[in-house]
C-alpha cells in the first residue's frame, strides 16, 4: 500500500488503517472484558463479495454498535468464527467498510470526528435536525455517497435511523437496495442499551452479555418488489417489525435473565 494511497472519498488509507488499529485495541474489553459477546452467524462474513454488500440493523447506541460490528467483521475474515478473541485481527483490518451516520452526530466533537475518519458516510436527516423535527428533501450528495461506498466496499446501515425500538423503517433504506442491488445482510444487536450510554462511548454497566447475530443474505427481487414490501424484509429481518412487539409473560423474562446470567459465567 503506498503510504498515501486514498479511498474515494480522500481518506488516506495508512492513518485509517491505524486508526482502526488504535481504536480497536482501546474498544476490545468492552466487548470481550467489561462486557461479552455473544456472536452467531459470522461465518457468513467471509464467505461475502469485495464490494455491494449493505448491512442493515437496529440500533442501540451511536457509536457502540459499529464498533462492534467492525471486530466481528475483522474477526471473521482472519479466521475466527463467532469469536473476537485476540484483537491481533486489527492488524490488518478491511479498509472498505463503511456506514452511514447522521452528519450533526459525527461532528459534535473531536472524538466523533475520528471515528468519522474510520468509515463514516454523513447524511442529512429528512426528519429531524439538532433535535427539532424537519421535513426536508433528500440529499443527493447523500444518495450518492452511499453509491460510491457500496461500489468500493461495504455499508452498514441502521435503517431506523434512531436508538428508539421498534421506530419505522425508513423508505430511503429500501431504494438504496432497489436501485443498487447489494447483497443485504440482516444483523439483530441487543444488550448494548444496557452496557453503554446513548452515545456508546461511556460504559453505564459492567457484566452484560451482549448479542450479535448475524442472518443470511435477504431474498429480495430487485425488480419487482416494491419500496413497501422491502421496508417490510427489512423490519422483519432485523426483528423491528411491530409483530415483534407483545406483552412478554414474567416467568419467560424470568428464564431469560438467568439463562443470560448463566452464559455470563459460562466465559
Not at 474498544?27 to 457468513?44: A, K, Q, V, Y
Not at 427539532?132 to 428533501?137: A, P, S, T
Amino acid at each position: 500500500m503506498g503510504l498515501f494511497k486514498r479511498n474515494p472519498f480522500g481518506h488516506i488509507l495508512y492513518i485509517k488503517k491505524w486508526l482502526i488499529r488504535i481504536l480497536g485495541v482501546l474498544t476490545h474489553r468492552r466487548f470481550r472484558g467489561f462486557n461479552e459477546l455473544d456472536i452467531e452467524g459470522s461465518e457468513i462474513i467471509k464467505d461475502l463479495p469485495h464490494n455491494n454488500v449493505l448491512f442493515i440493523s437496529n440500533h442501540q447506541t451511536y457509536f457502540a454498535d459499529v464498533c462492534a460490528m467492525f471486530h466481528v467483521f475483522n474477526a471473521s475474515l482472519n479466521g475466527r468464527v463467532d469469536t473476537i478473541k485476540n484483537v491481533g485481527y486489527l492488524w490488518r483490518p478491511k479498509l472498505n467498510i463503511y456506514y452511514v451516520a447522521a452528519k450533526e452526530t459525527m461532528k459534535s466533537g473531536f472524538l466523533p470526528r475520528l471515528f468519522a475518519y474510520a468509515g463514516a458516510i454523513t447524511v442529512e436527516r429528512t426528519w429531524r435536525d439538532k433535535g427539532q423535527e424537519v421535513k426536508r428533501e433528500v440529499n443527493p450528495n447523500d444518495t450518492e455517497n452511499i453509491r460510491v461506498a457500496l461500489d468500493d466496499g461495504w455499508v452498514i446501515t441502521f435503517p431506523q435511523g434512531t436508538t428508539k425500538s421498534f421506530k419505522p423503517v425508513r423508505k430511503g433504506t429500501a431504494h438504496i437496495i432497489k436501485q443498487h442491488k447489494p447483497i443485504v445482510v440482516p444483523i439483530v444487536i441487543d444488550g448494548f442499551r444496557r452496557a453503554f450510554d446513548k452515545k456508546g462511548l461511556r460504559i453505564k454497566k459492567k457484566g452484560i452479555l451482549q448479542s450479535f447475530i448475524i442472518k443470511p443474505p435477504l431474498e429480495i427481487d430487485y425488480d419487482n418488489d416494491t419500496i413497501e414490501e422491502i421496508v417490510e424484509k427489512v423490519q422483519f429481518a432485523i426483528e423491528q417489525h411491530p409483530s415483534f412487539l407483545k406483552v412478554i409473560p414474567i416467568e419467560e423474562i424470568e428464564a431469560q435473565e438467568a439463562l443470560n446470567e448463566k452464559r455470563r459465567w459460562d466465559y
